[in-house]
């Protein structure tokens, strides 16, 4: 048997004439994680309003340079997704505004350096892309959007039309590698994918070119935030090497759940006295718990949320202690394992092993967050 070099440029990943639900079987092309909109943690398909950031479905952020304008959620509105998919994500408009020349409203996810690394932007040899995705709004006309570098000023503002107002719309935009500029390739913010929902003239600019500017949209596009109860829904979205845009590529649920995990992790009750992890008295007043995470994270987690302190409780098998203040613990946190500290009120004991449980609540929940 031979061995020699493999170009991967050059070997096929998509099978000639098999289909695979709506689109063509293939491995590993589509940069985007939860581009179906299938994994929602940290609101299990609740509407949230949102704020000048805010994460919402896995993977998906909103940022607005004013707070309250939208509601966010997974299928909200619930109307049939396009053929092939089961979910979307949905921004409603509840505060219009008449945009400013600094305002700015986007959906946008940020890709690990990690994942773009192939696409040489930066060099000579800067490969082009195409970005895909199934689009719905209730009102029509030329949206925009925008990749940009890490370093924030370098973009390339685009467009795509809605025609047909409440109707699901295929787009594609095929965009030049960006032979310019700093682009990472580690594990920090690579390429940032913007959709934009209104954006002002400060962070608008010509479609179709690379630019040394911080655009987040083109010039003269729709803008949804200055409609009262408009709307704008999102899936399928795909970013893939190549002039042309191919068929969505669908990962096995268990799969798209480790990839969001790199990023966020959240640990729902279960049973009334769900246990989270062990622990081991500090003091009179705190207990240090760690758990192991599902999945390592991209970084040291930096974000911790969870539902209030006193839905948590120790319990040492005699002792139960309720929980009054919950916080990280930097000494025994990494992109493997965190560490907590809960303080008690009092009755702890140096050097005792304990149980971290929900307070015979199903409500209790604990999330860590490693977001670019």
Known sequence: MAYGTVNADVVQSSVSGVSLGAGNATLMKNRIINGAMV??????????????ATYCVDRWGFSGSQASKFTAQQNAGS??????????????????????????????????????????????????VTISAWVYSSLTGTFGGSLRSSTNNYSYPFTYSIPVANTWTQISITIPGATSSTWNTTNGQ??????ALGVGSTYSGTAGSWSANNYLSATGATSVVSTNGATFYITGVQ??????????????YQQELALC?????????????????????????TINTFKPLQTPMRATPTTL????????????????????TISYNPNYTNANYIGIDLNIASGGVAGQSYVL????????????GAEL
């Open 39 to 52: 994994i929602d943690q940290r609101n299990a398909g609740a509407s949230v309003t949102v704020s000048t």
């Open 79 to 128: 109307v049939t997704p396009p053929v092939g998919f089961s979910n979307y994500w949905g921004l409603t408009t509840i505060s219009p505004v008449s945009l400013a020349s600094g305002d700015y409203f986007v959906a946008y996810q940020v890709i690990e350096g990690y994942n773009v690394a192939d696409f040489g932007w930066g060099t000579a040899n800067a490969k082009t």
């Open 190 to 195: 690579g390429i940032l994918v913007n959709f």
């Open 239 to 252: 970013l893939e090497v190549g002039s042309s845009a191919t068929g969505f590529e669908y990962r096995q």
């Open 261 to 285: 995990q790199r990023y966020y992790q959240r640990y729902n009750a279960g049973p009334a006295y769900t246990v989270y992890g062990y622990g081991t008295g500090f003091n009179a007043s």
């Open 305 to 324: 949320d969870s539902s209030a302190a006193n839905t948590f409780k120790f319990d040492s098998g005699s002792t139960a202690l309720v929980a009054t």
């Open 357 to 368: 449980a929900s307070n015979n609540t199903t409500s209790s929940y604990l999330g860590f």
